[in-house]
């Protein structure tokens, strides 16, 4: 009976999140309003290694490029830990495509400064300026990244957030340009998203994405330009790939959700 009794709350919480939805979808502020920038802007991807465009942001990029943002990525590593930097950076450059990003709009820093490597930290200064120079040549206005955590705790992940972290804090980053942060969840929430779908959407003051079945098909299908990823990476890019959450430095957070919604909290320097 106890059990019976738990999938019955179960089952009314998840038809309360999804009513809420549909029915809050039309209430929601416009990308103007919530302080994103305008139609025509200028968007940076910043990753530390192929794949982590495929792993976790591709629902932001595609959001983003419904609305109409110029997007642009930057990733820091040609991801050379299994020897393999070769392959992958043309694995990237397959999944950006599928992604709606053109090879003249991604950049591959690959440089012994910046190696693929979980226990090395990169020096957070040679970072922020290596980052900064991409911003202001590219005439950037939204920067997309990982949060403290890096989501899954990468060391490379962690060191791009702290590089961000210090120009968005130390205000060297250009006027108008704002942050976005992948936030990492605890393993309950990243495992069981459709229980979590509910609790997320009590997120105040977002930009809600709903990705039409085209952008669905399209997400899909872009993880089979990664077929060099480890086999037990793979697996878990089926869960990944459905659930993150964006946030700004210092303020709330909201979900994005590949295979429903996605929300993005902005925030103005």
């Keep these: 009976m106890v059990a019976v009794g738990l999938l019955c709350v179960a089952v009314a919480v998840l038809t309360w999140g999804f009513l809420r939805v549909w029915n809050s979808a039309a209430g929601l502020r416009s990308p103007e309003q919530a302080g994103l920038p305008r139609a025509g802007s200028r968007a940076l991807l910043v990753i530390a290694h192929p794949d982590d465009e495929a792993m976790f942001f591709a629902p932001s990029v595609l959001g983003l490029a419904r609305l109409e943002q110029r997007v642009s990525l930057l990733c820091f590593s040609s991801g050379n830990f299994y020897n393999q930097g070769e392959i992958r ?3 990237l450059l397959q999944s950006c495509e599928v992604l709606g990003i053109p090879p003249s709009r991604v950049m591959i820093i690959d440089n012994r400064e910046f190696p693929d490597h979980p226990g090395v930290q990169w020096d957070t200064e040679l970072v922020a300026s290596t980052l900064l120079q991409h911003i202001n040549v590219n005439d950037i206005n939204l920067v997309v990244t990982f949060d403290a955590e890096g989501v899954s705790g990468h060391s490379n992940h962690v060191a791009l957030y702290r590089a961000v972290r210090a120009l ?3 205000g060297r980053l250009p006027k108008g340009c704002s942050v976005l942060m992948l936030q990492s969840v605890n393993v309950l929430r990243k495992y069981v998203y459709l229980l979590d779908l509910p609790w997320s959407l009590l997120s105040p003051q977002d930009v809600l994405f709903m990705l ?8 899909k299908v872009h993880e089979d330009q990664h077929p060099e990823l480890p086999l037990k990476r ?5 869960i990944f790939r459905t659930k993150g959450e964006t946030r700004s430095p210092g303020r709330g957070s909201g979900p994005t959700y590949l295979l429903d919604a ?8």
């Design 212 to 219: 039409t079945s085209e952008e669905v098909a399209q997400a």
């Design 168 to 170: 968005h804090s130390e």
């Design 262 to 269: 996605g929300r993005l909290q902005p925030s103005s320097h």
């Design 234 to 238: 793979r697996k878990s890019f089926q």
């Design 89 to 91: 950076k043309k694995e």
